[in-house]
């Protein structure tokens, strides 16, 4: 195993940015999750499942409208609509009627709901993976003192504090989000002002699933979609939740910090096992903060 | 004490159910003795499960990493060191303890929902690295042909193996349930504050409660490797762990055998329904959220609670 022998600024600059762009695309998803374990309690395991559906849907959709960046650009605006609208009969049709459970039988729940999702994408898309290219003035890369870095990275970079923003103008600056907040703390309390809770958590449970579908959409171009991505996703987006801080949407951004660029330079130090780094550094964090970075909503 | 908890009625059926089990292999084709004996094993760790979940009220959510990992610590002695089988049958189990203990001894400081999530990242911690460490664990693929004992080659003597080190591993669990310590785990369970109150050290009863619970997990997964000759990471693998508690759900957590029940329930319908469709998993999903909806307390909790309320206290329900 080579151990570190020949790690140039270079390579440890770009090996950051492909940890930051990682970032993102875990930013997107856990902050989803944390959104729902935040107002609605719910620990969601179907939450990677919407991922790998809107990944799937992704493809779909910019393959019927041409591969071009039109193509690809309505996809990355239907896709997660999608995700939404399905999370959103899920809610409605099913979830909204067992709030009152206890957790576990709410994360058994979800876990249901993911064996359906898994084997509906296997009825719809079949076992094959998928590959999609990504537009044509994201494809390429361009390089960093001689070293590659896609394009494409670069496009999430920008899209992932874009998010960020959105998330915070949405729960600091918009009354539904004040509302979900006011309602992750005391729910009674909300209801007894006259609001109607139910509707509160749909609509941050389909907000959540939607950022778990804009995950998908975004991953689509990187990698190939397959049956089976959803699980490595939601393990991720777990433990980042939980290094964060539960419900705490700026938890999870830290948290994914953390995961990606560990993950990252992981791969630059020990290829073999840079899929241990990031758990070793989870655990390093709940040794020392066995309730997450910062403050939980719970 | 011992007399209270088997009753004669008790002891019949228990007597029966093992005869009948025994004799099983003589009237039934290879295959079914093999679905068996895997049923028992799912069974016995779907029930070590159940001691923490169901009788501790811990949210165990990542069980299968003490079975996966006493089947690899069975296989690395078998295949990579000297020692006697049966020493290293005993020890395994005693790995899986042990692993129970050091997890255990992070996860317990939290409670619910932050253990259960908690577990699972050090359970997958574990799993990252048995999936990635070829020159030990063999990766992804797994261990192939391992060298089982002699004695235990054959499916009838793998199965008849299981059926005796389970019914052994039970009647254990039984007794653990109803000592002393399991009444105060089940307090624990009802009402830690009230424990504290009274002088129960609720932390290392909770640390007892998973090297219990880890160490016949462990004993689970040395018989998987009996009856299967192979071990591969999916043995620790989140979604099993889930699949577990479904199991324990459906037969009814509360009760004793319930785990039991649930697991020869997933286990035969996987294999049925599986060869009739590739879409098991959609069937499974189906009925666990039926399940969830229309019967919370499980199947033999609700025949058992329904029927005589009586006979469920006997069976152990809290």
Not at chain 2, 64 to 77: D, E, K
Not at chain 2, 142 to 147: E, F, K, T
Request: proline residues 3%.
């Amino acid at each position: 195993m080579e151990f570190a022998s020949n790690i140039t600024a270079a390579a440890l600059f770009q090996q950051v940015l492909v940890g930051l762009s990682r970032t993102t695309i875990l930013f997107i998803v856990s902050s989803g999750l944390s959104l729902v374990l935040g107002v609605l309690r719910i620990p969601n395991v179907a939450h990677g499942s919407l991922y790998m559906i809107g990944a799937f849907l992704t493809y779909s959709i910019a393959t019927a409208a041409g591969s071009g960046a039109f193509g690809f650009a309505v996809a990355l605006l239907l896709a997660p609509l999608g995700v939404a609208l399905l999370s959103f009969a899920a809610e409605r049709g099913l979830f909204c009627h067992l709030y009152e459970r206890e957790h576990l039988m709410l994360l058994l729940f979800t876990f249901s709901m993911t064996l359906v999702f898994n084997d509906l994408v296997k009825l719809v898309w079949g076992s094959d993976y998928r590959s999609l290219t990504a537009p044509g003035f994201l494809q390429g890369s361009f390089s960093i003192s001689g070293l590659p870095f896609p394009r494409y990275n670069l496009f999430l970079l920008v899209v992932g504090p874009l998010v960020a923003f959105g998330l915070w103008y949405l729960t600091n600056r918009t009354k539904i989000g004040k509302i979900a907040r006011a309602a992750a703390v005391d729910r009674e309390m909300v209801g007894a002002v006259g609001i109607n809770v139910s509707w509160v958590f749909a609509a941050t449970f389909v907000i959540g699933c939607y950022l778990a579908g804009l995950g998908g959409a975004l991953v689509a171009p990187t990698q190939n979609i397959t049956q089976g991505m959803d699980h490595t996703i939601i393990i991720e987006a777990f433990l980042i939740v939980i290094i964060g801080g539960l419900g705490n949407i700026w938890g999870a951004l830290l948290g994914a910090l953390i995961f990606g660029l560990t993950d990252s330079l992981g791969i630059l130090i020990w290829p073999q096992f840079a899929i241990v780094f990031p758990y070793v550094a989870v655990v390093i964090v709940l040794l020392f903060r066995p309730k997450g970075l910062l403050k939980s909503t719970w | 004490m011992i007399r209270a908890l088997f009753s004669g009625k008790l002891l019949l059926v228990a007597a029966v159910v093992l005869a009948v089990l025994a004799a099983a292999p003589l009237m039934l084709s290879r295959f079914y003795v093999y679905l068996m004996a895997l049923i028992l094993v799912t069974g016995l760790l779907a029930t070590s499960l159940n001691l923490v979940l169901g009788f501790g009220g811990m949210y165990q959510f990542h069980h299968a990493v003490f079975y996966g990992f006493g089947a690899y610590a069975l296989t690395l002695m078998l295949t990579k060191t000297g020692m006697p089988a049966a020493a290293a049958y005993l020890l395994a189990p005693c790995c899986s303890a042990v692993l129970g203990l050091v997890i255990g001894l992070i996860t317990v400081r939290l409670t619910k929902l932050y253990f259960g999530m908690l577990q699972i990242s050090l359970g997958s911690l574990v799993w990252a690295l048995a999936y990635r460490w070829y020159s030990f664990t063999g990766g992804d693929d797994g261990i192939h042909g391992i060298p089982i004992p002699d004695l235990l080659y054959a499916s009838t003597s793998a199965y008849y193996f299981s059926l005796i080190v389970v019914a052994a591993s039970l009647l254990l669990m039984y007794l653990i349930v109803n000592s002393p310590f399991g009444r105060i785990f089940q307090g624990i369970r009802d009402n830690p504050e009230r424990c504290r109150a009274v002088g129960v050290d609720v932390v290392r009863h909770q640390l007892a409660g998973q090297a219990i619970a880890g160490f016949f997990a462990g004993v689970a997964g040395t018989l998987f490797v009996t009856v299967e000759g192979s071990v591969f990471p999916e043995l620790m693998f989140w979604t099993l762990s889930l699949e577990l508690i479904i199991m324990c759900l459906l037969g009814g957590w509360f009760v004793f055998l319930g785990p039991m029940l649930g697991a020869a329930i997933i286990v035969t319908l996987r294999t049925f329904v599986g060869i009739y469709t590739e879409y098991w998993t959609l069937v499974l999903g189906v009925v666990l959220m039926l399940l969830i909806f229309f019967l919370p307390e499980g199947v033999l909790g609700f025949a058992l609670g329904k029927a005589r309320p009586a006979a469920a206290e006997a069976v152990g329900e809290k």
